[in-house]
């Protein structure tokens, strides 16, 4: 565990410096505030420190307060070890963010059980950002294709037409459907639908950049938005998707099986729309345009487009 | 190598001390070898800051000190020390002077007895 000291007193630095290392900890000393608070401010800077309280260019308890109001995330420990030792140097010096208080000359054994106190809280912080990120994923994604899910992409999509109308740039919509998917479950079963869809999501993931996004919008049904993409693109950009769907079989549980997708296609920058459900809806009629064109295809929602054959 | 325990009413308190750098002779002469570079130093600055009514510097020297002097475990120099950071924060200058001296007194006994513990305990 990497550890900041920071003490002017080049004794007390060398005292603690051996103490810490001998403890197993990876030690940076620092001789003044100012280098202190750079190194804990940095987002991957040392998350437990030993802070004197008189010290050049910034004391201990601004330290802390430069901190807790800068770095809010992950959390760091900090303990004033001082030879201030009045109650209200203890209160003043908590109450500026410190975690922990000693008065110095430190005892080794002490010093280290607090250290070890404050790893604890720590790993217990660790666990409950590990928990929060948890859920917070399984909010936003859909389980089975790891994808955004319906509630996120809707929303994305929403910021990008009002974004793009702003701007007067462009974002490009795509929903695709997978052709004749019930067939897939009805001939190998749910699981290996399951299966399916998960390879045509890595697939499509796989044909776009990496800052488009990219969501289930229903059971076999993608909605794929690309940002800052022309109307002249967006045609190629589809095709792209298409082909990567269908170049290979999909091999589940020992069968290959061949997969298309049909493609509705819309260019925000050809339609006055604001509202996202229009949006859809007309990108929707233009897949369904390519469902009745024969399928494995794109259809795009402008009429002025060109059609591919 | 071994260091012997320190025994007797001296400046310094050994056994403490060596508990402080874990009995390691290494640490040990590494510690009283910055005391001994840096004490002059912070000595001189006390001097001139006191002789300059600098109260406020008086006081942060007067600090460092007394940190210093109680990680060497030289307890009543230590004191010395916190005494004069108290009159320096309370501007009491007619003390300040007998105060210094006292803590003068108390650094002149620790320093032979370091010096010493040093030479014939680490080698």
Redesign the interface.
Known sequence: MRILVADDDALSRTLLERTLERAGYEVTAVDNGRLAAEHLCCHDGPRLALLDWVMPELDGPAVCREVRQKREQPYVHMLLLTSKESKQDVVEGLASGADDYLVKPFDPEELKARLRTGLRILQLEDRLVEAREDMRFKATHDPLTGLFNRGVIVDLLAREVVRTHREGSCAVVLLGDVDHFKQINDTHGHVVGDSALREIANRILGAVRSYDYVGRYGGEEFLVVLNNCDTSLALSRAEQIRRAVSAAPVHVAGSAISVTISLGVLATKDWALLAVEEVIHEADAALYKAKADGRNCVRFANSSATQPE | MKIRDGVGKSAVNFDELL????R?PQ?LR??VD??LS?YPLRMSALRLAIAEADWRTAE?VS??L???L????ATRAASAA?HLELLARSVDAAALPDALASLEGEVALLLPELNGYSAKNVS
Do not use: C, P, Q, Y
Request: hydrophobic share 40%.
């Open positions: 508990n402080r750098v874990d390691d640490l590494e510690v910055i005391f840096d942060k600090h460092t007394k940190g210093m109680s990680n060497m475990a916190a």
